[in-house]
């Protein structure tokens, strides 16, 4: 009983803790948005920048910090200018009433030179940074004259300096103030906007001097927490740039302050070299500053105090949340977050292109189903609209002034009807002639019955006229709705290829550069695209090879151990310059090769062939070998059977799949022209890793495959292309082995031999009988056979052969894991 009511307390004792943690979360969460409420958008954080900055000086007289940061809050967010300027107004006059006077009267001074004539769009940062100086120096000027009613040279220089800092400080304020004006910075900031944010940060501790808690100074623990924050994000060189600046500035606050630009730029140093230690390691780094610094900079009598500065900087340090670090370093360039957000920003920006390029894709397929449809519901209705259509024609031209009219179609209109329809697919069917037959029945019944004949013979004229015209438009529509088709399926495919992620292969780029460069190889940059099997993409930087072919000698075998692949040299780029790197690029092997070898011969000898060929590489690791016959011989044969094989390849070649593509190129060769010139297709596609290959035969003659001593045959059914619109394409799929020899044909090497009854046993034994396995070898002997066997050419041949072998390397791998293990 007791374990039974524990089994279903627990549950219930889990939900509930589940639910109070959901509340928290929740509860924290509004705080925060509160907060960030009442700092950010409120302007609360922009007035408290103002009133540090109000009180910040330096050598304890100069201010130039107050007026650049209203003039960039005036030109960027003047709706955060009146709480900014009271901010900076309160803070001059907790140093000086005369200080808060006089940074009131050069902010009105300021807006009133800005209404009077405002900045142009291009030069609008020079000239607020202008306006700055003027403001400031003239009233720096009228309070020195009303207070002394001299002014010595010394005196101008100063306000001169003053002036001239704060037009430098307007420029970087001005590049600061987005991100305190603004929630939230999407775009990531560059190195100068980072040490502009320094200064800024710097600038508002500045206004801390003077500051203690229990003789501990505010504005070394906040520098010093400063820097260990940075070096926790950037690393060293962020953390030491942010060391420099902060001491700089507190040094030029107050002369004494002069050995904290070391101590906080040794801690930077140190906190950033340690921040695989986190956060202890970074405290530590600040730790080991302070006692060797504070040594040197004050002596052992103040080194405890300096101590305990630092060890309430550490303590800030862990109090501050990892999250608040983490965003931080997303702005840094070069951390490892920084590239995550970039990464994530690319992934978005990917995400959003795929999800349009699949919304086009969707578009078009919605576009390709709507040309397809066809209503064959009211295809008969429309048949039948179309016939009242054509004899209401014949009947006005014929019945309407005869006497019998009110008999024929009143009285008997179905059997007029009937006849009338049946003279006209008697005209329709037999060439413009009806049979004496019909011809004497209706004489019978009409006493107008060769005018009737006549006239509907001559309405017929337009009717086919009319029904060619609507098969050429249901052809076309039929044509689009297959490219459409076919271009929906290229898209979405692309799609799929835009949301595939490029990984980071930055551990394998540096085992790779490090197996090759212990070889003794000198390579310089190494970056992989991508390491799938079967599709490896890498490409390298070396030093020039001086045609000595490295890379395909050392190299790419050295790579084919590492990845266990073959791989080959794709392309390489060397330098026309001594000293200059050669670029190149290493892709996986295929396991498959093909050889082709092509021969051919114009009827009677003739320059001019209507048969075509091609053999190509289409991409994807496929291979494309097609013969097009051209109806015909000549110049024009020629050209129909090129302009197949062009449009075909350039269908492939975009990556539509075969059939659609065969089809899209019948419909165009069928719509382009009314005459009869129709050409053959005869097309195999091989794929090179697996050697699975498709024929697709459009009225060709059958392709054979020569095995050792087997010869198998390959044949399909299908009209000639350009005939007829819609056909199906009949695939024909073989697994082809290595050592395989692929023969394609036309006719004129088919049908060609004399007193041969039976064209398939001949050419079977003919291949059978050849030795050689040389795929060019072969062409030459079937065709030399074929014209001694015909005697003549009396017709175009071609015969195009293709040898299918493993893809064996050229140079054997090197094994570069065995050579480092000796090493070891």
């Keep these: 009983m007791e374990k039974a009511e524990r089994n279903l307390i627990e549950p219930l004792t889990e939900v509930h803790l589940n639910d109070a943690k959901l509340d928290a979360t929740k509860w924290i969460s509004n705080i925060q948005v509160k907060m960030e409420d009442i700092l950010w958008r409120r302007g609360l954080v922009l007035a408290l920048v103002g009133f540090l900055l109000g009180r910040a000086l330096i050598l304890s007289q100069l201010a130039p910090f107050g007026l650049p940061f209203f003039a960039a809050v005036y030109f960027i967010r003047r709706d955060r200018a009146p709480i900014v300027l009271i901010g900076l107004v309160a803070g001059g006059l907790t140093v000086q009433i005369s200080n808060g006077v006089v940074l009131f009267a050069a902010c009105f001074l300021l807006m009133l030179l800005h209404k009077i004539k405002s900045p142009g769009r291009e030069d609008r940062f020079k000239t607020m940074s202008i306006y700055v ?26 306000m001169t300096v003053e002036a001239g800092l704060a037009m430098i400080l307007t420029l970087i304020f001005i590049q600061c103030i987005p991100l305190l004006a603004v929630r939230m910075k999407t775009q990531s900031l560059k190195t100068e906007e980072v040490v502009s944010i320094i200064i800024l940060l710097a600038s508002v501790m500045t206004g801390t001097i003077g500051w203690t808690i229990y003789d501990l100074s505010i504005e070394h623990v906040l520098s010093r927490y400063l820097v260990l924050v940075f070096a926790m994000a950037g690393g060293a060189a962020i953390g030491s740039t942010v060391g420099v600046v902060t001491g700089l500035i507190f040094s030029l606050a107050s002369i004494t302050s002069l050995y904290q630009m070391s101590l906080l730029a040794f801690s930077g140093l140190l906190g950033g070299l340690l921040k695989d230690g986190r956060k202890i390691g970074v405290a530590f780094g600040l730790i080991i500053a302070t006692l060797l610094i504070g040594l040197y900079g004050e002596g052992s009598n103040n080194i405890m105090i300096t101590f305990y500065e630092s060890l309430a900087s550490v303590a800030l340090f862990m109090l501050t949340p990892a999250s608040i670090i983490e965003k931080v370093a997303k702005h840094i360039p070069g951390t490892v977050e920084y590239a995550n957000e970039q990464q994530l920003y690319m992934r978005k920006v990917r995400d959003v292109t795929a999800q349009r390029v699949a919304q086009f894709s969707n578009v078009f397929a919605a576009l390709s189903d709507s040309f ?149 190889l000198d390579v310089s940059h190494v970056e992989i695209y991508s390491l799938e099997q079967g599709n490896i993409d890498i490409e390298m930087s070396i030093p020039n090879c001086q045609g000595r072919g490295e890379s395909e000698k050392l190299i790419a075998p050295m790579l084919s151990d590492i990845l266990s692949e073959n791989i080959i040299v794709h392309l390489e780029e060397c330098a ?60 024009r044969a020629h050209f129909e059977s090129t302009e197949t094989l062009q449009l075909l390849q350039k269908f492939l070649m975009s990556g539509i799949e075969e059939k659609i593509a065969i089809k899209s190129v019948n419909s165009v060769l069928s719509l382009r022209t009314t005459d009869e010139i129709f050409s053959t297709l005869d097309l ?33 059914s299908n009209l000639p292309m350009g005939i007829i619109q819609e056909f199906d394409v009949d695939v024909v799929s073989e697994q082809l082995k290595a050592g395989d020899l692929l023969v394609l044909m036309s006719d004129g090497i088919f049908e060609a031999p004399k007193h041969v009854e039976n064209f398939e046993f001949w050419m079977k034994r003919k291949l059978r009988e050849i030795k050689t396995d040389d795929p060019q070898e072969v062409a030459d002997l079937i065709l030399e056979e074929v014209i001694r066997t015909r005697g003549d050419i009396d017709d175009d041949m071609t015969i195009v052969t293709a040898k299918i072998s493993h893809n064996t390397p050229k140079w054997a791998t090197i094994p570069v894991r065995s050579l480092k293990k000796r090493a070891q």
């Design 576 to 635: 026309d310059y001594p000293g200059g790197n050669c670029h190149v690029v290493f892709r996986s092997a295929k396991k498959y090769t093909v050889e082709t070898g092509v021969a051919h011969a114009a009827k009677g000898g003739g320059l001019v062939s209507g048969d075509s060929f091609t053999t190509m590489e289409i991409g994807w690791g496929k291979y494309a070998v097609a013969i097009s016959d051209g109806m015909g011989n000549g110049e």
């Design 684 to 716: 195999a596609m091989i794929d090179l890793q697996d050697a699975k290959a498709k024929f697709l035969k459009i009225c060709s003659i059958p392709s054979f495959i020569k095995r050792g001593d087997k010869i198998i045959k390959i044949e399909s």
């Design 372 to 520: 397809s449809q066809i209503n064959d519901n009211g295809r008969h209705e429309d048949e039948e609209k179309e016939l009242d259509y054509f004899l209401s024609n014949v009947t006005e031209k014929t019945c309407q002034l005869c006497f019998k009219k009110e008999q024929c179609w009143s009285k008997n209109f179905s059997t007029t009807y009937d006849d009338m329809r049946e003279i006209m697919y008697e005209l329709n069917e037999n060439n413009g002639q009806v049979s004496r037959k019909t011809m004497t029945e209706f004489n019978k019944y009409c006493t107008r019955g060769q005018k009737v004949v006549d006239a509907i013979s001559q309405e017929l004229t337009f009717y086919q006229a009319n029904q060619k015209l609507k098969q050429q438009v249901k052809e076309s529509r039929k044509l689009v709705a297959d490219q459409l088709k076919g271009v929906s399926a290229v898209m979405d495919d692309f799609a799929k290829e835009i949301q595939r992620e490029r990984l980071n292969h930055h551990y394998q780029e540096e085992q790779i550069l490090e197996a090759i460069q212990d070889f003794g």
């Design 133 to 158: 100086f003027t403001a400031l120096w003239l009233v720096n000027m009228a309070e020195h004259y009303i207070l002394h009613r001299n002014l010595q040279l010394y005196d101008g220089m100063m």
